[in-house]
């Protein structure tokens, strides 16, 4: 009966601690290099659990970007750019262990800047929804286009772009992003 009480707590904990993360394309990991700008709390706390929301990371300091990535830098993370052709279909899939319902999109963000480029590459205005029996197939495994119209001279460097999945839990009033690395060759 212990033993069975001590499993049924560690299942909740992890349960309530985990919420959202695209786990592929590879999306940007914490390492060595977020450290020095979001601290090493901050490091291990994602590195714990890769689908904490925003709000629940540890006083990160003003240099910390949580609002590009969740903090997470390209220099941790050279190792995983992809490279796709404008106008090329890309699958991407999300791990959700706990659901909120809310807006979810997915689009290319200049990562100097921290601004969108161009319009959302896939969108959700109900995304996530706690109340259904079963998350639809669409909300774990999607794909979204790489544009041909980018500007000029855009996504065309390593660490210059990334593919950013930005969702919102209306009712939980939890924040979630996960970034993909990529160039358009």
């Known amino acids: 009966m212990r033993a069975s009480v001590t499993a049924a707590t560690a299942l909740l ?3 309530v601690s985990a919420h959202g993360n695209i786990v592929s394309p590879p999306s940007r990991a914490a390492g060595a290099a977020m450290a020095k700008v979001c601290g090493q709390e901050s490091v291990k706390t994602v590195t714990a659990d890769p689908t904490i929301p925003l709000e629940d990371m540890p006083n990160p300091p003003a240099t910390c970007k949580l609002d590009l990535c969740r903090g997470a830098v390209f220099e941790d993370n050279k190792a995983n750019v992809q490279q796709f052709k404008a106008g090329q279909k890309v699958a991407m899939k999300a ?4 659901p909120h319902e809310g807006p979810m999109n997915v689009s290319i963000v200049d990562t100097k800047t921290n601004k969108v480029i161009g319009d959302p ?4 205005d109900t995304y996530a929804d706690q109340k259904l ?6 909300n774990t495994d999607f794909d979204v286009t790489i544009p041909a119209n980018l500007p000029a001279g855009s996504c065309v460097k390593a660490g210059q ?3 950013q999945w930005f969702w919102v839990g209306t009712a939980a009033k939890q924040t979630y992003e996960s970034c993909v690395d990529f160039v358009v060759a």
Do not use: D, R, S
């Not at 590459?121 to 959700?124: E, K, R, S, W």
């Open 161 to 163: 772009c990334v593919l």
């Open 121 to 124: 590459l896939i969108v959700f």
């Open 133 to 138: 029996p079963k998350l639809p197939a669409n």
């Open 95 to 98: 791990a959700i262990p706990i």
């Open 13 to 15: 904990a992890v349960m």
